[in-house]
């Protein structure tokens, strides 16, 4: 599988078979310009929606006419096995900015669970239900989402092999979030790549968990 990083929340997810899952296309110039990186380019099969906002729902800037994966229930496409945890994007249960999905996609033999929006702690329960997940992309900007506090509890909490930053301020992205530096500040298990896109296989799964900072393709 190979997981590259094409700015925000969105990601571009290629599984061994070639299937291309997208997570959460942003509006290019969206939010009055706040959101700068540029639109997609590559096809995809798949693309999966974690809440109605115009920097995580913008599916039509994916070329190709892919399935949209919305919803909690459970589904299976193109032999993928998509599950959801219900959430929200505030500390609220969702009365300030709405409901968010925890969307956990199982390819490869591995889980790859994708946060959205997270806007609040994970229980011992939730962590249950999600699994063993191999990679985690987890918001870590603040203001709209969890945190540089609240992210490290979540990734404590659920133990992934493998953890993504995403949803931070950049040079195109002018949202009121933080940059990542704030959420990698004092940690040791860092690893940054000289690019945007990693291959990840069960049998190459870092332990302990391992922080990886992908730069935006886009």
Do not use: W
């Amino acid at each position: 599988m190979k997981i590259e990083f094409l700015g925000h929340a969105a990601f571009l997810i290629t599984t061994a078979d070639g299937t291309k899952i997208v997570t959460d296309p942003y509006e290019p110039g969206g939010f009055g310009g706040a959101i700068a990186y540029g639109p997609l380019k590559e096809p995809a099969d798949i693309v999966v929606i974690s809440h109605d906002h115009a920097d995580h729902n913008y599916v039509k800037m994916v070329p190709g006419k892919p399935l949209v994966v919305t919803g909690t229930e459970e589904q299976t496409h193109l032999g993928i096995v998509f599950r959801a945890l219900a959430a929200h994007h505030d500390t609220n249960r969702g009365a300030e900015r709405g409901d968010n999905i925890v969307r956990v996609i199982e390819a490869d033999d591995m889980s790859v669970c994708h946060l959205g929006d997270l806007g609040h702690a994970l229980s011992a329960e939730d962590a249950t239900a999600l699994g063993s997940l191999a990679v985690l992309m987890v918001p870590v900007g603040g203001t709209f989402t969890i945190d540089a506090k609240g992210a490290p509890a979540v990734v404590n909490r659920l133990r992934p092999r493998i953890a993504i930053p995403m949803h931070y301020r950049t040079a195109k992205v002018s949202l009121g979030i933080a940059p990542v530096d704030d959420f990698l500040a004092g940690k040791t298990q860092v690893r940054r790549v000289d690019g945007s896109e990693i291959a990840v296989t069960k049998e190459t799964l870092p332990e302990p968990t391992e922080i990886v900072l992908l730069s935006p393709a886009l």
